[in-house]
């Protein structure tokens, strides 16, 4: 099945900055990749998704680019503010049979004013 | 329309004792999926519905743990003989269909057994 792993684990950066995280995934048939974003004690929420048909897509402060042929994505949040701290999660959808969103394991940014 | 609704929203049980975690989707979401999260920690799979049917339960712990949907609606998903390392709080997700489709979370049922 479907493997994502996301890395840093941790970020911290000055409020301005830009921040970048990245995942890998193992099933090169999968075809579809959310970002979600939670705050602390809040419930995960969509940000930005990518489908394997496209390379990189765009919403204002956020972008996401894929590299298939690699079977990497990663995320982009330019001008980082202190609102973005919280901990964002990739995912990966499977197709086929069981076509289940797996995640990976997290990136805590802080943005620090 | 509401989005996902949870309850309980706290749950504390003694170690030993059986528990009903209960999901209630976005209406006409026929995939349904349920995720532990552990304090601090990433978003573990458990168990995917499509309609009634649960093709993936590759995620859950052990036989302690089940779940079921009827009505291609409501989702209980039950831990039996609860232990201390079962303490987390317990995600649902609805989308639309499990083609490429937002997952729409619910606020989660935080599980403490003591």
């Known amino acids: 099945g479907e493997n994502v792993e996301q890395h840093p684990s941790t970020l911290s950066v000055q409020e301005g900055d830009s921040a970048v995280i990245k995942c890998t995934y193992s099933?090169?048939?999968?075809?579809?990749f959310p970002w979600y974003k939670q705050e602390l004690g809040k419930r995960p929420q969509l940000i930005i998704d990518?489908?394997?048909?496209?390379g990189e897509k765009k919403d204002q402060r956020i972008a996401v680019t894929l590299n298939k042929t690699a079977k990497h994505f990663s995320l982009h949040i330019t001008e980082t503010q202190p609102e973005d701290s919280a901990v964002y999660f990739c995912a990966a959808k499977e197709v086929g049979g069981f076509q289940k969103l797996v995640f990976g394991t997290g990136t805590r940014l802080l943005v620090s004013p | 329309g509401a989005g996902v609704s949870q309850s309980p929203s706290n749950k504390v049980t003694e170690k030993g004792k059986d528990v009903e975690l209960r999901c209630d989707p976005i209406s006409g979401h026929t995939a349904l999926y349920w995720y532990r999260q552990r304090l601090g920690q990433g978003l573990e799979f458990l168990i995917y519905f499509q309609g009634n049917s649960a093709p993936d339960k590759s995620g859950l712990p052990s036989d302690r743990f089940s779940a079921e949907r009827t009505g291609e609606s409501v989702s209980t998903l039950t831990i039996q003989r609860t232990q201390q390392e079962d303490s987390a709080v317990y995600l649902c997700?609805?989308?639309?269909?499990?083609?490429?489709?937002?997952?729409?979370f619910g606020q989660g049922t935080r599980l403490t057994v003591v």
């Open positions: 997700a609805s989308s639309l269909s499990a083609l490429n489709t937002e997952a729409f």
């Open positions: 099933d090169s048939a999968s075809n579809y």
């Open positions: 990518i489908r394997s048909n496209v």
